[in-house]
């Protein structure tokens, strides 16, 4: 008996470590057995409490008044599927009659309590069938990325969300986004883990940091065009906007619209194009993009016009050829200019990090969704790299990029710099790279005037 003591002290004693310093160790071994049971057990009365519950059917009525027997009790939704997940537990459920989806999110705070979790997220995964995925702790405190991801073309793993799933920025699905966020709230960590998850595919990246390249620089010898002034940047967005109207000179020509074509084999972007005629695709990345708007005279106002307009056309235009937008900022208002709101309603996808005021959280989600308003307002600050993510459908999760440094985003792009592309019309604006034989050409030099 004084053996079978000390091993329960010792499990018990290593169990309360575990939870304390490797919260995710815990839960694989001990939590999520303990967290089953404790879901199975309570189900039934939980849903009750949380008004989960629907009354019995009136044939079940009668058939109990007929039999003599006691009145059924009210029944919650049945459970398809208890699956364990790497973080929580993820509860398929299927909703009686007379209940919505809207029922489960709007009690997913209670259930919360009740089930003794850290987080309890539900979504409706098809008519009647609801998923209620709940984590066993706070999977943003650290994040660890899983090992295997279900990454495809153009499909980039960059955060953790707060349900222990991975978020993905797709840009076939949103061609572009709006990065927003405060002073070390953790902008330049995302942007850098967007880098890292872009560097190994087959896409040509271009920057433009008007911080001098104090951010993007480092980064070059995967950048097929870098620009580190709004003078630079203006050259090099007019390039860009050339590039577009070549690419749809070549989707035109492809197309071959004729009776005996399949729907399936008209092209009418890049992707429908064969491996052989197809662009690389482009990701613009600007770093501040106030730096371009603002103005001092006459003549930088005429320079920020230019700029802007290229970069609605882009934002406009650009998908089908194949040229993403990724804008960050600290602000994206309408005191930035004229054009700024037409850009802003191009851009789909939106994350906001740490903001100062609820008005920079309004430039992101006030015309989405006004919970993910109040959701960016209350990121601490000592919680840098947690953002808000949404996007026009109203969706929203709190995420966390994982903490890359400067030194492992720069061993990445130099890992695969030879997957950088040479694009004809970004050529003048290659970064010099230390060591290169060609001629090394100023980070700030413009295009070449042709003749």
């Not at 008519?127 to 499909?155: A, F, H, I, N, W």
Request: hydrophobic share 45%; aromatic share 6%.
């Amino acid at each position: 008996m004084t053996g079978f003591t000390v091993a329960l002290v010792l499990v018990v004693a290593a169990a309360g470590l575990l939870r304390w310093r490797r919260p995710a160790w815990y839960w694989l071994t001990f939590g999520v057995t303990l967290a089953s049971v404790r879901v199975l057990v309570r189900y039934a009365t939980v849903m009750d409490a949380c008004g989960l519950t629907v009354p019995p059917s009136r044939w079940r009525l009668a058939l109990a008044r007929a039999a003599n027997r006691p009145i059924p009790e009210f029944r919650p939704p049945r459970i398809l599927r208890l699956r364990p997940t790497r973080t929580g537990l993820a509860l398929r459920l299927k909703l009686r009659p007379g209940q919505d989806a809207f029922d489960v999110a709007a009690a997913s705070d209670r259930l919360r309590h009740s089930f003794s979790m850290y987080g309890v997220t539900s979504r409706e995964l098809r008519s009647g069938v609801v998923e209620v995925r709940m984590t066993g702790y706070d999977v943003l405190k650290r994040v660890q990325m899983p090992s295997k991801t279900d990454t495809r073309p153009m499909r980039v793993p960059v955060a953790l969300r707060e349900d222990g799933s991975v978020h993905y920025r797709d840009y076939r699905a949103i061609p572009h986004a709006l990065t927003l966020g405060a002073t070390e709230s953790g902008k330049s960590v995302y942007q850098r883990n967007l880098v890292a998850g872009l560097a190994p595919m087959n896409v040509a990246l271009v920057g433009i940091d008007c911080k001098q390249g104090v951010e993007l620089f480092p980064l070059a010898r995967r950048f097929s065009a870098l620009a580190d002034n709004p003078d630079t940047a203006a050259e090099l967005l007019d390039a860009l906007v050339e590039r577009m109207e070549g690419v749809y000179q070549v989707i035109r020509a492809e197309q071959r619209i004729t009776a005996d074509v399949p729907d399936a084999e008209i092209a009418a972007d890049i992707w429908d194009l064969p491996d052989h005629l197809r662009p690389t695709p482009v990701v613009v990345l600007v770093d501040e993009v106030a730096e371009l708007a603002l103005y001092a005279n006459k003549e930088q106002e005429k320079r920020r016009d230019r700029i802007i307009t290229a970069l609605v056309r882009l934002a406009q235009l650009g998908r089908a050829a194949g040229i993403y937008l990724e804008i960050c900022g600290q602000r994206f208002g309408s005191e930035l200019g004229k054009g700024i709101t037409m850009l802003r309603a191009q851009l789909t996808g939106r994350t906001a990090h740490r903001v100062n005021d609820e008005t920079s959280a309004n430039m992101a989600f006030g015309d989405i969704s006004p919970d993910a308003v109040i959701a960016a307002i209350q990121i601490p600050a000592e919680m840098r790299g947690l953002a808000v993510a949404g996007d026009s459908t109203g969706g929203w999760h709190r995420i966390r990029a994982p903490h890359t440094s400067l030194r492992q985003a720069v061993n990445t792009c130099n890992r695969h710099a030879d997957l950088t592309p040479d694009l004809p019309e970004l050529a003048p604006f290659r970064p010099a790279l230390p060591g290169s034989s060609a001629d090394p050409v100023p980070l700030s030099k413009t295009a070449p005037a042709t003749a």
